[in-house]
């Protein structure tokens, strides 16, 4: 099995190139097989080099890699041949209409434009005469004519697909400079690299039936077949780079601290499930689950505001994988955030793994250890109202100076002996518990709710903890 993702490098990532990916890449490990990586940069008006770069840059961030890579441009000799083998088998022909020189097939005012007669029947004769004298010309695919002809094929998500040849129009295969088109570059390719399976986006199912055309002009046996429906905005609209902007960008969550992993997750319940109910699934179960009997025929909606680009259950899902992966592969993204904030990191890998592993199930990305975590990395931070609120009932901050100087005196600062002297010290001031812990969490972490407070005292640590008491 060899599967392709062939991205034009004319735009960022968008969400719904990057589930096409991931959905190739996970049907190719589920088969054992190849995943290709092929960028399709024949259109060279559009293409840009700031594009391909942020493709490369969201796929590296998924994290799922590839086995095999092309360029297109770097195959347009291979594009020529089969074109002109298919012009040899009379299977195309040369269209010298002025009006279509650029190989645009929307030029026709009377109505949808199935073919020119004129050039169609051009003799062979004729033909060569003209281009041998250096006439432009458009070469185009001879659709078959013929009464009751058609074109079938089978697609693993929509199942059998047909189209009367009469409705198909005599497509462009190279322009009248000689480049390919699309149809044309894509179909060489997919033969030369011997995809099996071309698995991609909905609105490219009637432009199938063109390269069915085409593989079998060409003397190839066509891949299988398999449409993914679209991804659309709440309203309906299809999810597009120029109305929508950063929301359907990759780079987007990516830059609001999501996991690859749980981003992965999510793109991949986006028109498909594994019909048992799950929703949190690692990359391992993602590949065991998936078939293309779970995928959808109706589109997807990606739920997002103009207030919040963020679909709320991708927050859901990133805050499961967060609180649930090892701690070991959790720490070092946390470092690389930290870093990133301008945090400096201590030393001591294991204290900086607790302290990780202490806070995360309050936290959903990793943008929140910087923002939300920050008092536990570093010594500026502010104090929330409702925070504040916890340090100011008469009495409050004298206890917390007075449970200092207690700590200070721990020969092991754990969190048993912490809560014991935390106990000891409300007994004999006769208040209740409650209020110094409340008091402790709002001169700890600035928060007035997160994980247990003997944790908060062994996550910030023993020096962070007496000064915090001591000034509160």
């Known amino acids: 099995m060899r599967v392709r993702f062939a991205p034009s490098p004319t735009g960022y990532l968008h969400i719904g190139s990057a589930r096409t990916f991931i959905f190739n890449w996970l049907y190719a490990r589920h088969h054992g097989g190849t995943m290709i990586l092929r960028i399709d940069d024949t259109d060279l008006e559009r293409n840009t080099q700031q594009s391909l770069d942020s493709i490369f840059e969201g796929l590296k961030w998924l994290g799922l890699g590839w086995d095999e890579q092309y360029r297109q441009s770097d195959r347009l000799d291979l594009h020529r041949q089969m074109a002109n083998a298919i012009f040899e088998k009379g299977k195309a ?15 026709h005012s009377d109505g949808p434009w199935l073919f020119n007669a004129g050039m169609r029947e051009l003799s062979p004769e004729e033909s060569d005469r003209r281009a041998a004298a250096g006439e432009p010309f458009v070469l185009r695919f001879r659709v078959p004519r013929e009464a009751g002809t058609s074109v079938s094929f089978e697609d693993h998500v929509f199942g059998t697909q047909t189209r009367q040849s009469a409705d198909i129009e005599d497509f462009a295969l190279l322009r009248s400079n000689g480049m390919p088109t699309y149809h044309m570059a894509s ?14 986006g909905q609105d490219h199912l009637s432009n199938t039936f063109k390269h069915v055309l085409i593989f079998e002009a060409a003397g190839g046996n066509a891949p299988k077949f398999a449409h993914l429906p679209l991804l659309t905005a709440p309203d309906g609209a299809k999810l597009s780079k120029r109305k929508h902007g950063p929301v359907v960008s990759v780079t ?12 992965v997750n999510f793109l991949c319940l986006l028109g498909w499930n594994p019909k048992d109910n799950r929703e949190q699934m690692s990359i391992p179960e993602l590949i065991e689950a998936f078939k293309f009997e779970g ?13 919040d680009p963020i679909d709320p259950k991708a927050l859901w899902l990133n805050s499961q994988h967060l609180r649930t992966m090892a701690v070991s592969e959790l720490a070092p993204l946390v470092k690389a955030q930290l870093i990133t904030s301008g945090f400096e990191i201590p030393d001591d890998d294991a204290v900086f793994l607790q302290k990780v592993d202490i806070i995360r199930s ?32 008469p009495g409050a901050r ?18 048993t002996n912490i809560e014991a002297e935390l106990r000891k010290l409300a007994m004999e001031r006769q208040v209740k518990a409650g209020l110094i812990i409340n008091a402790a969490r709002a001169a700890l ?28």
Not at 447 to 463: E, I
């Open 362 to 393: 309050r936290f959903s990305t990793l943008v929140d250890f910087p923002t939300r975590g920050r008092a536990y990395f570093s010594d500026h931070f502010e104090i929330q109202p409702e925070a504040m609120e916890k340090l100011n009932p």
């Open 295 to 307: 995928v959808n025929r109706a589109n997807a909606v990606v739920n997002f505001s103009e207030e």
């Open 445 to 472: 972490s600035g928060q007035p709710v997160g994980p247990s407070v003997f944790h908060v005292f062994t996550a910030v640590g023993r020096q962070r903890v007496l000064h915090r008491l001591r000034n509160a």
């Open 398 to 415: 004298e206890l917390l100076h007075e449970l200092g100087e207690r700590l200070l005196l721990l020969e092991e600062f754990s969190e």
């Open 187 to 200: 179909c060489a390719d997919d033969l030369d690299l011997k995809i099996t399976d071309i698995i991609r």
């Open 93 to 107: 022909y040369r269209d010298f209409t002025p009006a279509h020189a650029a190989g645009d097939d929307k030029g």
């Open 252 to 263: 987007t969550y990516r830059d609001a601290g999501f996991l690859p992993a749980a981003y």
